[in-house]
């Protein structure tokens, strides 16, 4: 079976955040980066399949060098081969043209299923799944949180509210992951050692064939207002400190 | 920092711009190895740690380990731990490839076990014994015993223990009773009984390996008549599978201040006279061969102390950060005066600096004692200097980190105030567990002996030769740079009285005053720590004010104060690069400048202590 699996490298949720004093994007120096935590739910699950029903799990990324560090952290988790797409005209792409450039880089792979995970959680738009499944032309379900695979077809959960939908798809197809499909393994250090020596095929927007588009661009980055300061009610009455409470959430807080 | 564990930033400092670990990474020993391998191997670390080791921090503390019909059974949240570490392959991860390691370098290795422990000390012991003991026989086992012992324990099947310790024989293992009784078929019954045996017995592992001290009937009394077997809890057949018990029982376990989640096992072997155990190198060897196992003992028990320092400190800033409390004192009587957040007042100030300052200096120590067994390792010629700088600093790196480790473990209390005297916080917890590092592998007052009495003038003093030249290049480098002219100079005077009083103490050892080094071995360690790490604070320095200056230049703030303050608050590494400079500069005001009349004190010959009669401490 032919499983490919796409990651992103983001900045680690623990990071501290700083917009660059023009806006035009955010301080990189001193950051962490991790792989996007819904994208290794997907490298999971691809390698999960993989060491049930054979085959070769592919991962692939776009971005600068140092995402080179994301891939080759999924293949010590167990992934057999890298694509890095990198050009410089991906920086900053928008889903669309990120979905363009993984496409362009899979086709020849034929893949049988295809894993992201169901949004970054850097910019939260969880697009890129959806729109790669719609330019190879394969079906596609989103969030899941179970996975089964048997007879060419996959059996998937998807919560929804109050229930679930059980939905069936015949490969090739692409699914998002969701929290709860499963507990990521660690790299091991013998992993990390293996990796190593496995190909990793760095291919640029020329090779690929694409041009990258501008259909979004991103005008500014704001950071988000500071949270103001809390307000204590004071005094010695609670019967008086209840009726200032309930007065400040109705004309000041506006909840009541 | 956001882990609270380690600051990674200055892990990686001292490995890369510190220590220049790559230098390895050009060694036919290291070649596989890249910087971008190990610092994935940091960060696997950190994922390790925490995710699965510190999740078992605190219900091991307050779980326990506990004894039931002659079985331990260790914290719940050890087992699942236990396996993802095994899988993960942290436990043997500095071992070769060929006995199923990765080889990674020591020093790298230091740096994760760091984080590792930081998270729970008592957890990494299991695997941390149990490495040990396997590289006892990987050592000096024959290859069946390789095969048959080592094997399991280095894939995590088995546990190790290591059994010195017996009621009449504690800092003097000489002294032991176990024997060793030779049977006919070569191998040999063991009776005895050893104490204090730190997973003696657990539920973690189906079998437990214990190298055992025991002298052979008819061996001369004395260290020099001990031999070591290999002797497992369960027999093993020879198809590999386990047979009967091996007549190895558990007393009981301690009931004790720390390390709640290791159990500290009286162990009694052969009650029934057949407990069989397998001679591991030669007769007679015990010592020689255990010392193997308590080196590096003794190391890792010099990083819990500087592993339960560091997780303390980053605790007590990040508390004293958000902890609002008292007006600044120069304010209060002002009306607007405003509690601020308890970092802002200089005596917190100066304690979280105390902290910062000794800490970076036993990390620096700590990692440089791994790299310099790197070295030796990977530089055959000039194995000697290298070898010589690990013997030289295990003792001090053993008794040094963990005495400040219950310091700095001790002033994050303070910090916290009551809180941290209370259990909802951690920090009494890294006291508790702490204070073992100071006891065990041999008290540091033991190690202060082994230092003045043995290292000093081990290779006919051409140890502490070369360590004191490495500290007089530093502070030649430093010299030459403005900003640290002071700090150099402070060095220098310590480093010279140091200098003096080991002199003076070699005489002494020669003359009628041979007490005085016996007597002021302790004191003699604390000021050699004291010297080395204000050496190691001021060689980053020296690196740091380097990158300071390009970073100024970068920035055009070489000459304005007001940029240089701007950077500070923005850039991040102007702020750690800035903090190594404080640190070193605190270190020699606060600690350097008081080692010269230390050093006088002890060459004053002052024997009172040794002197005053018993019954004056009674009446
Ligand atoms: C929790 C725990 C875990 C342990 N784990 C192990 C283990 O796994 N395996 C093992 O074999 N042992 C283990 N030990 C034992 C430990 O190594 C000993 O307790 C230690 O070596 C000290 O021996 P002792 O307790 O008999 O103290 P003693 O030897 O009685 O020492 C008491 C005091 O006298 C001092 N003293 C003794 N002799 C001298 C001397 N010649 N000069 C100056 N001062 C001296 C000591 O420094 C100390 O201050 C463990 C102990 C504990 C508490």
Redesign the pocket.
């Known amino acids: 079976m032919n499983i490919v699996a796409c990651v992103k490298q983001v900045p680690d949720t623990e990071a501290q955040i700083r917009v660059k004093a023009d806006g035009s994007g955010i301080e990189e120096g001193g950051i962490k980066w991790v792989m996007n935590p819904y994208d290794e739910y997907g490298v999971e699950e691809a390698l999960r399949l993989k060491e049930k029903n054979g085959g070769e799990v592919t991962v692939i990324s776009v971005g600068p060098a140092r995402v080179m560090e994301t891939i080759r952290t999924a293949l010590a988790m167990g992934a057999d081969k890298g694509i890095h797409v990198q050009d410089a005209a991906f920086d900053g792409a928008d889903a669309y043209t990120t979905a363009a450039a993984l496409a362009a880089a899979l086709k020849d792979l034929n893949p049988d299923i295809i894993f992201c995970g169901q949004r970054a959680i850097d910019d939260d738009q969880g697009q890129v799944g959806a729109v790669l499944a719609d330019l190879l032309d394969i079906p596609h379900v989103s969030l899941i949180t179970k996975l089964e695979f048997a007879d060419g077809a996959i059996k998937v959960i998807r919560p929804i509210e109050g229930a679930q939908l059980l939905i069936e798809a015949k490969l090739p197809c692409l699914v998002t992951a969701q929290k709860g499909l499963n507990e990521p393994r660690y790299a091991s250090l013998p992993g990390i050692m293996k990796a190593k020596k496995k190909p990793v095929d760095v291919k640029d927007a020329a090779a690929l064939g694409v041009t990258p588009a501008v259909n979004m661009k991103v005008v500014k980055f704001v950071p988000p207002p500071a949270r103001a300061a809390g307000k204590i009610v004071c005094g010695d009455d609670p019967a008086a400190k209840a009726k200032e409470l309930a007065r400040l959430l109705r004309e000041e807080a506006k909840v009541i | 920092m956001s882990n609270l564990l380690v600051n990674d930033r200055d892990q990686r400092f001292i490995l890369f711009e510190q220590l220049g670990m790559e230098k390895l990474f050009t060694t036919e020993t290291f070649n596989d190895f890249s910087k971008d391998d190990a610092l994935m191997i940091l960060s696997e670390a950190e994922k390790m740690a925490l995710n699965v080791i510190l999740p078992t921090f605190t219900d091991g503390d307050r779980e326990g380990c506990t004894f039931k019909d002659g079985n331990v059974y260790v914290p719940k949240s050890y087992h699942e731990a236990y396996k993802k570490y095994i899988e993960g392959g942290w436990m043997i991860a500095n071992e070769s490839p060929e006995v199923g390691g990765q080889g990674i370098p020591l020093v790298l290795y230091e740096a994760c076990m760091e984080t590792m422990s930081a998270a729970n000390v008592s957890f990494q012991m299991l695997p941390g014994?149990t490495h040990g003991a396997g590289k006892l026989i990987e050592e000096y086992g024959s290859e069946e015993q390789k095969k048959k012992y080592m094997e399991k324990m280095y894939d995590g099947t088995w546990g190790g223990?290591?059994?010195?310790?017996e009621p009449g024989a504690?800092?003097?293992v000489g002294a032991l009773k176990a024997t060793a009784k030779r049977l006919p078929d070569g191998t040999f019954s063991i009776t005895g009984t050893?104490i204090?045996?730190?997973f003696?017995d657990q539920d973690v592992t189906g079998n437990i390996i214990h190298p055992v001290l025991a002298r052979i009937e008819g061996d001369p009394p004395g260290t020099g008549g001990i031999s070591i077997f290999i002797v497992p809890k369960y027999k093993i057949n020879d198809d590999g599978t386990l047979g009967e018990l091996n007549d190895v029982h558990t007393g009981n376990i301690?009931h004790?201040m720390g390390?709640h989640g290791?159990s500290?096992c009286t162990l009694n072997f052969g009650d029934d006279n057949k407990c069989i155990g397998e001679l591991l190198g030669n007769e007679r060897d015990g010592m020689k061969i255990m010392f193997l196992m308590m080196n590096e003992a003794r190391l890792s028990v010099g990083l819990q102390g500087l592993s339960l320092s560091s997780t303390a400190f980053e605790h007590a800033v990040s508390y004293a950060k958000d902890r609002i409390q008292s007006a600044l004192v120069w304010e209060k009587k002002g009306p607007d005066a405003k509690p601020v957040s308890i970092i802002q007042h200089p005596d917190v100030r100066r304690d979280l600096l105390w902290m910062k300052s000794h800490l970076e200096g036993i990390r620096a120590m700590n990692y440089f004692t791994a790299y310099a067994m790197d070295m030796a390792k990977a530089n055959p010629g000039e194995r000697e200097k290298w070898q010589g700088f690990v013997e030289l600093l295990t003792p001090v790196c053993k008794a040094y980190s963990s005495d400040k480790g219950m310091d700095i473990c001790s002033k994050a209390i303070d910090v916290y105030g009551g809180y941290g005297y209370c259990q909802e916080y951690p920090v009494e917890q890294y006291l508790r567990d702490c204070k073992?590092a100071t006891?065990?592998?041999?008290?540091n007052?033991?190690q202060s002996?082994d230092l003045v009495g043995r290292k000093l003038a081990m290779n006919k003093g051409m140890n502490i030769m070369n360590m004191f030249g490495e500290i007089g290049a530093t502070i030649a480098r430093a010299k030459n740079i403005e900003e640290l002219k002071i700090d150099a100079g402070r060095l220098e005077e310590a480093y010279n009285a140091l200098v003096d009083l080991t002199m003076a103490l070699a005489q002494f050892g020669k003359s009628s005053s041979f007490i005085i080094p016996i007597l002021n071995a302790s004191s003699y360690l604390d000021i050699f720590g004291d010297v080395l790490v204000g050496h190691f604070l001021l060689q980053a320095a020296v690196i740091a004010s380097e990158k300071l200056k390009a970073i100024y230049q970068e920035n055009g703030a070489e000459e304005s104060k007001a940029k240089k303050r701007a950077l500070v608050r923005s850039n991040e590494d102007v702020a750690f690069y800035s903090g190594k400079i404080a640190s070193s500069r605190f270190f020699a005001v606060e600690v350097l400048c008081t080692v010269k009349p230390r050093c006088e004190a002890i060459k004053s010959e002052e024997m009172v202590a040794f002197e005053m009669a018993d019954e004056s401490f009674t009446c």
């Open positions: 014994l223990t290591m059994c010195l310790t504690g800092s003097d050893k204090f045996i730190s003696g301690e004790k390390i290791a500290t073992i006891v065990y592998e041999g008290t007052g033991i002996l």
